[in-house]
């Protein structure tokens, strides 16, 4: 059964409320951030939006989204549309690991995302790793629209499916594209098609390794963590010490066209167990943590 849904969601700064907590301080000792109200959440069947007041005790507001049957179905087709008003913190999690189901007509499964960050805003895009099923076709575009001074951690992440099952890198599609705007100029795209081919499938090619993932770091507001996932991924190892090839993960600067200042970072990696990488991702993270006040991946 096709299911064609569209959620929207607009977050704006209480003006008449300030940060008690203090989550990210500015030069006068005061949060960056503001409290935010949710001015528009609309969803339809099969999602709905939870925005839990009890996550934390930050000012960030946190976001999830469910879908009814606990994944995507042949078919499907979700849209996205996300405004993150001027000094708001938003955080979009997940319950559990999103889920694409077999595809065994050859429509895709899709989501669209499109998502507006004002001025000194933050929005964390922090899901559980994404696992499809065998036979599974799944295409995905999300558009990020950000002011000069907006910041963005966007974690996008995928494992082999249900290999604990035997199913191993048995989907047959995943397409992925992730398009960065900056003050109305497009400044980065990352794009993923992972697909067999006549000459190579894409369990040989995966070999042992069962996730692989990007997480992108962006904003001034997030020079302290990009400072910090890189320092940690710079570390030497110590002399005579082999490197682990289970795990891998590099980070790199992110400069914007028109200057050599950096603005951010990128993390590539990959590892042959799924936990093994959730908690290298959650270390990294750590300092994030602390401003958006939970960890996401904790007790899951």
């Known amino acids: 059964m096709e299911r064609k849904t569209s959620t929207e969601l607009?977050?704006?700064v209480n003006e008449s409320k300030n940060c008690q907590n203090n989550c990210l301080r500015d030069q006068n000792n005061c949060c960056k951030f503001g409290p935010s109200d949710i001015v528009t959440c609309y969803y339809e069947y099969p999602l709905k939006i939870m925005c839990p007041s009890s996550i934390s005790e930050s000012c960030c507001r946190w976001v999830f989204p469910i879908t009814y049957g606990g994944g995507l179905v042949e078919g499907d087709s979700v849209n996205i549309s996300f405004k993150v008003g001027c000094r708001c913190s938003v955080a979009l999690a997940t319950m559990s690991f999103p889920k694409v189901y077999c595809c065994e007509n050859g429509k895709d499964s899709q989501l669209h995302g499109e998502y507006f960050i004002d001025s000194e805003a933050l929005l964390c895009i922090l899901p559980d790793p994404l696992v499809c099923f065998k036979k599974a076709s799944y295409n995905q575009s999300q558009t990020f629209h950000l002011a000069p001074d907006a910041n963005l951690v966007l974690l996008d992440w995928f494992t082999s499916g249900r290999y604990m099952k035997g199913e191993r890198w048995a989907f047959s599609k995943l397409k992925n594209v992730s398009s960065v705007f900056i003050d109305g100029k497009l400044e980065f795209r990352e794009s993923q098609?992972?697909?067999?081919?006549t000459f190579l499938t894409i369990e040989k090619a995966m070999k042992a390794y069962n996730i692989v993932g990007t997480c992108m770091i962006m904003g001034p507001h997030l020079e302290f963590?990009?400072?910090?996932?890189?320092?940690q991924l710079e570390k030497c190892r110590a002399?005579?010490?082999?490197?682990?090839?289970?795990?891998l993960f590099s980070g790199s600067s992110l400069n914007l066209s028109n200057s050599r200042k950096s603005f951010g970072c990128i993390v590539r990696f990959a590892a042959v167990s799924v936990p093994e990488a959730i908690k290298r991702i959650e270390d990294l993270?750590?300092?994030l943590f602390m401003v958006i006040g939970n960890n996401p991946f904790a007790n899951k």
């Open 193 to 197: 098609n992972v697909h067999n081919t």
């Open 239 to 247: 002399y005579g010490e082999k490197p682990n090839p289970s795990i």
């Open 225 to 231: 963590l990009s400072s910090s996932v890189l320092s």
């Open 285 to 287: 993270l750590q300092p």
């Open 10 to 12: 607009h977050f704006q």
